[in-house]
């Protein structure tokens, strides 16, 4: 399956911003990495409901990140500072395949 809407949302921080949209679904937590990217462009995954919470899950429309939330490390993104989400799904092979004339696995 091809989406037609692009799974990664790049934000630079403007030392006010505290949520962050998304406009692809999600099942659960699992599926969207949410990564930190200091100043020197040193990246850290985010830890779920330790640093940010997500809004909504199963939405068609998307949702949305708050980051930081009480009791994190982090503190609002700063000028030189970008939060990314990426759509994160597990990689399935739903057919099975055999060998064919066309085809020797």
Known sequence: ?????????????????????FDFYIENESQLKVIYVNEDNIRTILTYEVDYSINEFKSSQGSYITFP??????????????????????ISQETEYNNSSLLNL
């Open 1 to 21: 399956m091809i989406h037609d809407i692009t799974p990664v949302n790049i934000y630079s921080g403007n030392n006010l911003a505290t949520t962050f949209d």
């Open 69 to 90: 939330i009480a009791g994190s490390g982090y503190s609002v993104l700063g000028q030189n500072e970008k939060i990314v989400l990426e759509l994160t799904l597990p």
